[in-house]
């Protein structure tokens, strides 16, 4: 099993890309989440990675986070949800976002990402809803979500949803929200600062 891999970034031809270790090039599929991330070709990239043996092939799939890797792999364990649909929802959302779904139960949220209908949505909600506690839930919390208590956080992110701010400038205006933070103050606080950005 290939764990990790880091060399010279060669190609980036999404969803794949070609990784230069010593000579030896690496095919290996990335998320849009970690894709983005990449440095520029010709520079040092070093991602973890999950490697998949079939019969007709061998497949390397690789993350910018150990977050992103845990992810994928609890999506894999879902029946019906294949390397590609797992990759799919880790391009249509972040780590973060995909915790705060499974906390929610959000169904439209999963819907959003494209080849996922609203019964893989439930099924896959329903699944990972039990192993959240164990593995997206305090991997959700390090990548994001801030320091506030997850009762006022999961209230505060649903407020500046029904507002109209979509998951990533809500997750950035709440970075820094102490536990502390009662729900209306946080609300406020998170509205200052998105209306500076704007």
């Known amino acids: 099993m290939i764990a990790r891999i880091s060399g010279?970034?060669?190609?980036?031809?999404?969803?794949?890309?070609?990784?230069?270790?010593?000579?030896?090039?690496?095919?290996?599929?990335?998320?849009?989440?970690?894709?983005?991330?990449?440095p520029a070709t010709g520079e040092s990239v070093s991602l973890h990675t999950h490697m998949i043996v079939r019969e007709d092939g061998h497949f390397l799939y690789g993350f910018g986070s150990e977050a992103e890797r845990t992810a994928f792999r609890q999506l894999l364990k879902i029946s019906g949800i294949g390397a590609r649909m797992a990759l799919a929802v880790l391009s249509g959302m972040s780590v973060t976002e995909l915790a705060?779904?499974?906390?929610?139960?959000?169904?439209?949220?999963?819907?959003?990402?494209?080849?996922?209908?609203?019964?893989?949505?439930?099924?896959?909600?329903?699944?990972?809803?039990?192993?959240?506690?164990?593995t997206l839930a305090g991997v959700g919390a390090k990548v994001g979500a801030g320091d506030t208590a997850p009762d006022a956080a999961s209230d505060i992110m649903n407020a500046l949803l029904a507002l109209g701010y979509n998951e990533r400038e809500a997750l950035a205006a709440m970075k820094g929200l102490s536990p502390e933070t009662s729900v209306a103050d946080g609300i406020r606080a998170a509205l200052k600062l998105l209306s500076k950005s704007s």
């Open 8 to 38: 010279i970034l060669l190609e980036k031809n999404p969803p794949s890309i070609t990784v230069d270790v010593h000579g030896l090039g690496y095919e290996v599929d990335v998320p849009m989440s970690t894709f983005y991330n990449l």
């Open 100 to 134: 705060h779904a499974v906390t929610l139960q959000d169904v439209a949220r999963l819907t959003r990402v494209p080849g996922i209908g609203k019964k893989t949505a439930e099924r896959l909600l329903l699944e990972l809803r039990d192993r959240l506690p164990k």
